[in-house]
């Protein structure tokens, strides 16, 4: 089982550019959720994907958007890049289908995103 | 909204002996559940200890144990017999449905010999 993989794994854009990050989820896992680590913070919830739709949002703009593939995997995009977006962004993946016992998600190694 | 707070940025620990990490939340929800993550410097995160807020047991797993405060809102982790791979961010977690995950800033755990 190769768990949750992120590609890359660095990634380096100047301001107003345009950046998109993958994300495998786990073998079984059908739900996808990316998240926001700023230096020294703890992870910000950005939205979760789920049957190809995005079942719920945080408090980010849209120029943040995704997309969820057959297949399961997903992509994160970011338009217009800011010097604040300079993060680190990580995916997590979890199992729905039926109601949750609890709410496990196994995160991947995560994209090291640098704005200049 | 539902917010985690952890006071402690830093903490020390020597090994073998035993720390305590601690977290604080606020919700309305009676149903949730609670987490606490480790994030060493190779930036995987991973599930270290779960609580589920109905049950009154503390959750337990080898050297890691919970302190589960419902009514003051309160789960610390105690971290017992600690190793120098215990050394990493500790994050606490809320979640009450299949959604987001809510975290606080971490702990930043050092273990020195």
């Known amino acids: 089982d190769a768990g949750v993989t992120q590609s890359p794994t660095h990634l380096i854009k100047t301001r107003g550019q345009q950046v998109t990050l993958r994300c495998s989820p786990k073998?079984?896992?059908?739900?996808v959720s990316w998240y926001q680590q700023a230096l020294g913070q703890g992870p910000q919830f950005i939205f979760q994907y789920y049957e190809e739709e995005e079942r719920q949002r945080g408090n980010f703009p849209d120029r943040f958007s995704g997309h969820q593939f057959p297949n399961y995997s997903s992509e994160l995009n970011v338009n217009a890049l800011l010097l604040g977006d300079s993060a680190l962004y990580l995916c997590a993946s979890s199992r729905r289908g039926y109601k949750f016992s609890y709410n496990e998600q196994f995160f991947g190694p995560g994209t090291r995103l640098t704005v200049l | 909204a539902q917010t985690v707070t952890q006071s402690q940025p830093e903490m020390s620990v020597q090994e073998a002996e035993t720390v305590t990490l601690s977290c604080t939340y606020d919700?309305?929800?009676?149903?949730?559940?609670l987490f606490w993550y480790k994030q060493p410097p190779s930036r995987q995160m991973i599930l270290v200890i779960r609580q589920e807020a109905y049950k009154q047991q503390n959750a337990t797993e080898n050297r890691f144990s919970v302190n589960f405060q419902k009514a003051a809102k309160s789960f610390s982790l105690k971290i017992s017999d600690s190793q120098l791979g215990d050394a990493a961010m500790y994050f606490c977690a809320y979640g009450n449905s299949g959604y987001a995950l809510n975290f606080g800033k971490g702990t930043s755990l050092l273990v020195t010999p």
């Open positions: 919700t309305s929800e009676s149903d949730y559940y």
């Open positions: 073998s079984g896992h059908d739900t």
